[in-house]
């Protein structure tokens, strides 16, 4: 079974720049989620998906950053415009309607100059 | 609101030996879940260990095992015969809910845990 599939990996930016970030869930999870990890601290949830809908995005910047699920499958989160403080690890994870475990993808590494 | 604690930022143990992480939660909620997820320094967040507040029997998967004491809203993490691979960044984490109406996850600050040989 394949896993989360995020892309870029890194991504280095200068400040003002919009960026986008692509996740790809596990086949078949209805539940998509968003954390922003900045160092030395624990993932943080940005936003939470139920097939196309949003569940939860009361910690998004919305004045900077949005995301979309489109079809209810891939997930897209953008940044416009990056500000320093955005310079973090983006992790996508993605879960069953009804299962507890969520499954978590390699990271976005973004880095804003 | 749900908060999570981990009170040891890095810790170490030499191979072979058993470490213990510690971890604190507060929450009014009735029904939810407590994980450990490791992160190496590649960043991929495995899952080590799931344990579900319901549940009185303490959760064990191999070598991992927890001390879940819902009272005092404590959950340990044991981990016996340390291995070099153990070595990782250890969360603790908090999802509120069961069934389909789950949460997302809140997470600690972290345990670094270094394995010596």
Redesign the interface.
């Given at each position: 079974e394949a896993g989360v599939a995020q892309s870029p990996r890194y991504k280095i930016i200068e400040k003002r720049q919009s960026v986008a970030f692509w996740c790809n869930p596990i086949s078949g999870h209805a539940?998509l989620?968003w954390?922003q990890q900045i160092l030395?601290?624990?993932?943080?949830?940005l936003i939470?998906f139920q097939n196309n809908g949003v569940v939860?995005d009361s910690q998004l910047p919305k004045d900077r950053f949005s995301a979309e699920r489109l079809k209810g499958v891939d997930s897209t989160l953008k940044i416009q415009p990056a500000k320093l403080e955005d310079s973090a690890?983006y992790?996508c994870?993605s879960?069953t309607?009804?299962g507890?475990?969520?499954y978590?993808?390699?990271?976005t590494?973004l880095t804003v100059t | 609101a749900q908060t999570?604690t981990q009170s040891q930022p890095e810790m170490s143990v030499q191979e072979a030996e058993t470490v213990t992480l510690s971890c604190t939660y507060d929450t009014s909620e009735n029904n939810y879940?407590l994980f450990w997820y490791k992160q190496p320094p590649?960043?991929?967040?495995?899952?080590v260990i799931?344990q579900?507040a319901y549940k009185q029997q303490n959760a064990t998967e191999n070598r991992f095992s927890v001390n879940f004491q819902k009272a005092a809203k404590s959950f340990s993490l044991k981990i016996s015969d340390s291995q070099l691979g153990d070595t990782a960044m250890y969360?603790c984490?908090f999802?509120k809910g069961h069934?389909?109406s789950?949460?997302?996850?809140?997470?600690?600050?972290?345990t670094k845990l270094s394995v010596k040989p």
């Open positions: 539940t989620y954390y030395g601290q624990g993932p943080k949830l939470q939860d690890v992790l994870a879960r309607s009804t507890s475990e969520q978590f993808g390699p990271g590494r | 999570v879940y590649s960043r991929q967040m495995i899952l799931r579900e969360f984490a999802m069934g389909g789950q949460g997302n996850l809140i997470f600690g600050k972290g």
